[in-house]
């Protein structure tokens, strides 16, 4: 379970038959603190690989921009792979089962009123 900001706008990749998938970076930050001895400790930031999969990535692709605050459930998910340099390179990624965006939606303001 994850709450944190999107870093980009999704990207969304087609597939087969209309089917979907959105990827995008999630940060999530714990908040800083001082010590009893008045040391600051500030705040960690950590950066995330989100996938969503078919209605789950067509809701992204209308709704989820970046700075948006979401609620993520999903599993860990690992692989690796070759760059163009052919060095191996590991991914880790959250395959998210359920999101909830947390972002109040924005208002329809009219000039003058």
């Given amino acids: ?3 944190g900001n999107v870093g980009k706008d999704p990207v969304i990749t ?17 908040k ?3 010590l009893p001895n008045g040391t600051q400790v500030p705040d960690r930031t ?5 996938v969503l999969w ?3 990535a067509k809701i992204a692709e209308k709704y989820i921009h970046k700075g948006d605050k979401l609620y993520i459930e999903g599993r860990l998910r690992y692989r690796s792979y ?4 052919g060095a ?11 999101m909830e965006m947390l972002s109040p939606k924005p208002s329809q ?3 003058g009123e």
Avoid: C
């Fill in 54 to 56: 078919r209605g789950l």
């Fill in 82 to 85: 070759d760059d163009k340099n």
């Fill in 32 to 34: 800083g603190y001082t």
């Fill in 46 to 50: 950590d950066w995330h690989n989100i």
């Fill in 14 to 30: 087609y597939y087969e038959t209309d089917q979907a998938m959105a990827t995008f970076p999630l940060a999530t930050t714990e």
């Fill in 88 to 98: 191996r390179r590991y991914v880790t990624e959250i395959a998210a089962e359920n």
């Fill in 1 to 3: 379970m994850l709450i």
């Fill in 109 to 111: 303001q009219s000039n």
